[in-house]
């Protein structure tokens, strides 16, 4: 799915899909116009990019199927990163200090946006496909998982 950001839509490309997505081939994010959809810029990326980009200001922050998870500036550079050791087949959820990411395993990982480093994990369940990217509310993370939907988080007093 594209997002809005930079003036343009982002869209994230690959030849992959949830089945062979992190060893599929390299893919791209790709900035387009909003007028004309024409190409603003690419930028290569080692594997498929399946999900959304979440925005932060003036960033926007990209899982690609590999399991690298990238912080790029509206110019397509990439500002921070950090990698997952299994795969991420989905969308990240963005908090004002936090990357939340599903890796295929299992593992949800909050990661510090500016330093790129897991602050906690915690596991969802047995190995299985995770494909439902996490949603942010009151203070929870929440997903669908192949048990169900599941609630991860305390909310915030009197919510």
Excluded: K
Excluded at 19 to 46: I, K
Excluded at 66 to 94: C, K, Y
Excluded at 112 to 132: K, N, T
Excluded at 136 to 142: D, N, P, S, T
């Amino acid at each position: 799915p594209p997002a809005i950001f930079g003036g343009g839509l982002l869209i994230g490309l690959g030849p992959g899909n949830l089945v062979n997505a992190p060893t599929a081939g390299a893919g791209e994010l790709r900035l387009l116009d909003l007028d004309s959809l024409e190409t603003r810029w690419t930028l290569p990326t080692s594997a498929s990019v399946l999900g959304a980009a979440a925005v932060v200001a003036d960033e926007a922050i990209v899982c690609v199927a590999d399991g690298h998870v990238l912080v790029v500036d509206s110019s397509g550079r990439v500002r921070r990163q950090w990698r997952s050791p299994t795969s991420i087949l989905t969308s990240p959820a963005v908090s004002s200090e936090t990357v939340y990411c599903v890796d295929s395993e299992g593992q949800l990982v909050a990661i510090d946006l500016q330093r790129m480093e897991p602050v906690w994990q915690v596991r969802l369940g047995p190995s299985g496909l995770f494909v439902s990217s996490p949603v942010i509310a009151r203070g929870q993370v929440l997903l669908g998982t192949p048990e169900g939907l599941m609630c991860v988080g305390t909310p915030p007093q009197g919510h």
